[in-house]
T-cell receptor, first 113, second 116 residues
Framework: DAKTTQPNSMESNEEEPVHLPCNHS???????IHWYRQLPSQGPEYVIH???SNVNNRMASLAIAEDRKSSTLILHRATLRDAAVYYC??????????????FGTGTRLTIIP | DVKVTQSSRYLVKRTGEKVFLECVQD?????MFWYRQDPGLGLRLIYF???????EKGDIPEGYSVSREKKERFSLILESASTNQTSMYLC???????????????FGPGTRLTVT
């Protein structure tokens, strides 16, 4: 699976929107873009995923660039509970026999009250 | 809600001991995974299983073995624990993917293992 690049850390004020960037310049046409997050002392949890179009769910929105070489996870109104490490991961949907998710070191998001 | 449970949150073992880490999921998922997480290294896949009695090595299988006798249970075994196996161990499960579809992985809370 192709590699992703994320900033090591970001800060945001509580109740403001947060935009978490991810670069994936070597993405292939069959790579899904997944986002997971890991709250302190917990296992990672799924946030959202997409292929080409922007996606929304109850947790977040995913904006995917037209050329798919980058994407942005958007938390519309950050709360203290959103403080976590956010991982952007690519997953080739053709490799459904190879289930490995390759987690990088992610972005540590700090929310300032 | 999918639930993945791990037998212990914290475990302390001595060097050379045999260690069993148990993971149970309640959503009838075919695929199960064991990762370890270390500071600065992210999550690394140790082993995964795509069916009962089936297993495949991940990126760092050395020093570990696994067992999947029942669909809901996936065990990680450290045959002879060493201090470099001190880590956070995370179990995950996932529905078997369909063609052109992907599903999310569900993780357990983790077991922090210390080998002294």
């Amino acid at each position: 699976d192709a590699k992703t690049t994320q900033p090591n850390s970001m800060e945001s004020n509580e109740e403001e929107p947060v935009h978490l960037p991810c670069n994936h310049s070597t993405i292939s046409g069959t790579d899904y873009i997944h986002w997971y997050r890991q709250l302190p002392s917990q296992g990672p949890e799924y946030v959202i995923h997409g292929l080409t179009s922007n996606v929304n769910n109850r947790m977040a929105s995913l904006a995917i660039a037209e050329d798919r070489k980058s994407s942005t996870l958007i938390l519309h109104r950050a709360t203290l509970r959103d403080a976590a490490v956010y991982y952007c991961i690519l997953r080739d949907y053709r490799n459904f026999g190879n289930e490995k998710l390759t987690f990088g070191t992610g972005t540590r998001l700090t929310i300032i009250p | 809600d999918v639930k993945v449970t791990q037998s212990s949150r914290y475990l302390v073992k001595r060097t050379g001991e045999k260690v069993f880490l148990e993971c149970v999921q309640d959503m009838d998922h075919e695929n199960m995974f064991w990762y370890r997480q270390d500071p600065g290294l992210g999550l690394r896949l140790i082993y995964f299983s795509y069916d009962v009695k089936m297993k495949e090595k991940g990126d760092i299988p050395e020093g570990y073995s696994v067992s999947r006798e029942k669909k809901e249970r996936f065990s990680l075994i450290l045959e002879s624990a060493s201090t470099n196996q001190t880590s956070m161990y995370l179990c995950a499960s996932k529905q078997r993917p369909a063609k052109d579809r992907t599903y999310e992985q569900y993780f357990g809370p983790g077991t922090r293992l210390t080998v002294t």
